[in-house]
């Protein structure tokens, strides 16, 4: 199963908004509303912050969104703040009922 | 509140088998039909899925992996274990147990246990 493609990085200054891209296929980001997101900081374990593409579990901030077009994902994260430095991954279920991961993106506040 | 606990020997040698368990607390393993998932990470790089179990014991895995891996789980003990043999240096990871929620999503995770291959 081949990864998922991310951008290795974006940046932005402090009150910003900024996208985050997941791009798969047809049989996975494209064939599925199963795409995740997940926040991983310094030395820490992943923690999912975006599930079935535009929702957010209890306790995550409104600041986080998500939304798909075609095979394409997206992470949106508005109002950027210094807490938001660190790497994200997307996930998506997949039509072998296994799943993928993205090669992850950090993210950086200028 | 749903915890998970990854435990196991802090080194493997070449050619032998990675063994690690999950203990899950907070909740029944066979509560619900929850994906309990191992996912692992290399030093410096991205998260890997290397497959998941259900309590009645069916299993999925990544098919880079599947010849290596064998997922199992133990709901006497509230447990679930990865065993991947044949390891190389390429195995040396992080690997986390999580645990799938029904609407999508690795919901919990484990704190994660740094696993060397080296001889």
């Known amino acids: 199963q081949s990864a998922l493609t991310q951008p290795a990085s974006v940046s932005g200054s402090p009150g910003q908004s900024i996208t985050v891209s997941c791009t798969g296929t047809?049989?996975?980001?494209?064939?599925?509303?199963?795409v995740s997101w997940y926040q991983q900081l310094p030395g820490e374990a992943p923690k999912l912050i975006i599930y079935?593409?535009?929702n957010r579990p209890s306790g995550v901030s409104n600041r986080f969104s998500g939304s798909k077009s075609g095979n394409t994902a997206s992470l949106t994260i508005s109002g950027l703040q210094d807490g938001d430095e660190a790497d994200y991954y997307c996930?998506?279920?997949?039509?072998?009922?296994?799943?993928?991961f993205g090669p992850g993106t950090k993210v950086t506040v200028l | 509140q749903v915890q998970l606990q990854e435990s196991g020997p802090g080194l493997v040698k070449p050619s032998q088998t990675l063994s690690l368990t999950c203990t899950v607390s907070?909740?029944?393993?066979?509560?619900?039909?929850?994906?309990w998932t191992w996912i692992r990470q290399p030093p410096g790089k991205g998260l890997e899925w290397i497959g998941y179990i259900y309590y009645t014991g069916s299993t999925y895995y990544n098919p880079s992996l599947m010849s290596r891996v064998t997922i199992s789980v133990d709901t006497s003990k509230n447990q679930f274990s990865l065993n991947l043999n044949s390891v190389t240096a390429a195995d040396t990871a992080t690997y986390y147990c999580?645990?799938?929620?029904?609407?999508?999503?690795?919901?919990?995770w484990g704190q994660g246990a740094l696993v060397p291959v080296s001889s």
């Open positions: 999580a645990r799938r929620g029904y609407t999508d999503g690795f919901e919990y």
């Open positions: 047809g049989t996975d980001v494209g064939g599925y509303n199963y």
């Open positions: 907070g909740g029944a393993i066979n509560s619900g039909n929850y994906q």
């Open positions: 079935a593409v535009n």
């Open positions: 996930s998506s279920y997949t039509s072998s009922r296994t799943y993928v």
